[in-house]
Structure formats: C-alpha cells, structure tokens
Antibody, heavy 118, light 108 residues
C-alpha cells in the first residue's frame, strides 16, 4: 500500500528555522517525483515545488523560489521542506504528494500544520 | 504561468442532483495533464480524475471528466451525501503546476 506519512504539527516563532518531512513507503521512492503543496487557513491549494528523489532534481514555483528549500534523502525514503527564517505568513497546512505518470498527484500525505506566532 | 479559473465558486444542490463544475485555463492545456481533486474539511485532497477524463483508482463512476484546450468539466451524475466538498482542478505545463481556486459543492 502506497503511503506518505508526514511529520507532526509545529509551532514556531518568527525568524526560527524549520524542516518538515514526508516519508514514503509501499512503492519505489526513487522513481516518482514528490511535490509540496501549501494550504493557508481557509484558502485553496498552492503548488510549491517538486523533487525527484532518484537524483534530487528539484523544481520550484516562482512564488516559492528562494523562500523554501526542498530536499530528499533516498536512503530513508524521505522528502523534506525547510525554511531558514519563518514568517507569520508561513502559517499553513503543508501537504506532500506523489506525482504520477500524467503529472497528477495520486497519493497525499496527511498534512503538517505549521503555526508561526510570536 | 497558466491560470485556472473555476466556476461557480459555490454550487448549492440537493442529494441526487447532477453537479457540473467548470475549469477554464488562461491558455491551452494538454488534456493529458489536467486533473481534478476533492477535498473535505480536515482532510487531504483526493485525486478523482487525471488526464482530463480518466478516473483514479477507486473513484465511483458517477464522477466523470471531460474537455480539452482551455475548457474542462467535472460532472457528478447524482450527488451522494459524501460528495459535498470542495473540488479543485490542476494542470501541469512548462515544469510547473497550478491549481484552480476551487468550487464548493454544498447542500441546498
């Protein structure tokens, strides 16, 4: 069974750093792109970027380029999303999802809620 | 960047009725790369349709997708109580994904 399991909710202060994770199982982790999607409170879905764990090729949405870093450790089938200096506006639910053959996101993690507040 | 517009913003219908949701793109989208998702409160999105018209694994046949170019449609033939949710379209092109703003289907 394909599963993406994300790390737990985080509460951080502005300016702090953060790295959240997404662990894949039940499939060949290195053979599928993993994407990250932001959902701000009460809002829609925003694509942030995507990584191919096989060779760490990474693409970013222009809206998120330079704001976050996407990485992966294929040895432990885990993708990451990280911030070096959080802002209150980073408060959101973050989902990872597997990209399949027709560029659809066929399996999703349960989401990680990030709250940034002083 | 291709911008997706969904209409209506909210669709108020009764169980058993037919729902027709629209997704319009600012420029032509490859049909192969147009998908639809359902999201219920407190849950992650779920893939319904990919390639504009192919149902994902386990999706009931009351859900269907159609369209090409810049105009795509998700149809729910007869609404079940569990279908009241928000629906998003998504396209892939030029190494970038975009989502539409969503259509909320609520109970009339």
């Amino acid at each position: 069974e394909v599963q993406l399991v994300q790390s737990g909710a985080e509460v951080k202060k502005p300016g702090e750093s953060l790295k959240i994770s997404c662990k894949g199982s039940g499939y060949s982790f290195t053979s599928y792109w993993i994407g990250w999607v932001r959902q701000m409170p009460g809002k829609g879905l925003e694509w942030m970027g995507i990584i191919y764990p096989g060779d760490s090729d990474t693409r970013y949405s222009p809206s998120f380029q330079g704001q976050v870093t996407i990485s992966a450790d294929k040895s432990i089938s885990t993708a990451y999303l990280q911030w070096s200096s959080l802002k209150a506006s980073d408060t959101a639910m973050y989902y990872c999802a597997r990209q399949s053959s027709w560029y659809e996101l066929d399996y999703w993690g349960q989401g990680t809620l990030v709250t940034v507040s002083s | 960047e291709i911008v997706l517009t969904q209409s209506p913003g909210t669709l108020s219908l009764s169980p058993g009725e037919r729902a027709t949701l629209s997704c319009r793109a600012s420029q032509s989208v490859s049909s192969s790369y147009l998908a639809w998702y359902q999201q219920k409160p407190g849950q992650a999105p779920r893939l319904l349709i990919y390639g504009a018209s192919s149902r994902a694994t386990g999706i009931p046949d009351r859900f269907s997708g159609s369209g090409s170019g810049t105009d795509f449609t998700l149809t729910i033939s007869r609404l079940e109580p569990e279908d009241f949710a928000v629906y998003y379209c998504q396209q892939y092109g030029s190494s970038s994904f975009t989502f539409g703003p969503g259509t909320k289907v609520d109970i009339k």
